[in-house]
Each structure stands twice: as structure tokens, then as C-alpha cells.
């Protein structure tokens, strides 16, 4: 079983490619929503959800500024989602991505919060800079 305390790390493409992401060596045209969910998944597979969330965070703000466009994250968006890709992570032994897209595909919907947000809200000043908790119901 995997534990938050004993993350294995695996040399690969994906490694390669999330230390490209985390240096913020990639552009903002090669961040697809299904490309945004694998790196989110590869860097919870090395690191607990605290350790994940600032780095994903820390690159993402950094490739959206490099992209002339610092408005574009949104911090209640990004942690939802690494909070989902985590929660569902939790109850797989070792996962792959393609497996684990296979039987989570709802998580490649980018449209999947609104089934907790209202989009205004999501779309709001404060969720960019702020965690929001979902709409109550």
C-alpha cells in the first residue's frame, strides 16, 4: 500500500518532463487540461499532497507570468484539482496514468468544478489568489 511517507520516485520521459514543468521550461500552449492532470499525478506520486501543491503551484504561477499572462492562475482551481487527482490516487496501489485517467477520465473535464463552484465564483479575483472552499449547498 502507498503512504504519503514513502513516495517512490521513477527515472523516465515523465520525470524529464515534470522537472521541465517545475523549472517552468515549458510554455503555456504545451499545458493542455490533460497534460496539467498527468503532471499533477507525477508529482503526487513523488511527493505528499503539502509538498505538491507549492511546487505545482510555484511552476504554474511562473509559467503563467512568463506567458504574459500572471491572471490566468488561479489557486482555488489548481489546488481543487491536485486535491481530486490526490483523493483518488489514495485508493490505487502503484498507478499509472494511463490506468488512472482510464478510470478517473471525469478528472480530464476541466469543466468538472463547477459541479462544486459556481463559475463566477471560480472566475473571481479572490479564487486566483486565494483557496475558495466549494459553494455550500
Not at 483518488?88 to 490506468?99: I, K, T
Request: include cysteine; charged fraction near 30%; hydrophobic fraction near 40%.
Amino acid at each position: 500500500m502507498r503512504t504519503s511517507c514513502a513516495k517512490r520516485v521513477r527515472v523516465s520521459a515523465d520525470s524529464h518532463e515534470l522537472e521541465r514543468f517545475l523549472r517552468g521550461d515549458v510554455t503555456a500552449a504545451e499545458l493542455t487540461h490533460r497534460e496539467h492532470v498527468r503532471l499533477a499525478f507525477e508529482l503526487l506520486r513523488r511527493h505528499d499532497f503539502l509538498e505538491s501543491a507549492h511546487r505545482y503551484t510555484q511552476a504554474l504561477r511562473r509559467i503563467c507570468a512568463q506567458a504574459g499572462h500572471p491572471q490566468a492562475f488561479s489557486l482555488t482551481i489548481t489546488l481543487a484539482f491536485l486535491a481530486l487527482i490526490a483523493e483518488r490516487m489514495a485508493g490505487e496501489e502503484e498507478p499509472d496514468f494511463a490506468g488512472f485517467a482510464t478510470r478517473n477520465a471525469e478528472l480530464l473535464d476541466q469543466g468538472l468544478l463547477k459541479r462544486w463552484y459556481r463559475p463566477e465564483r471560480l472566475s473571481s479575483a479572490l479564487a486566483r489568489d486565494t483557496f475558495l472552499l466549494p459553494d455550500p449547498p
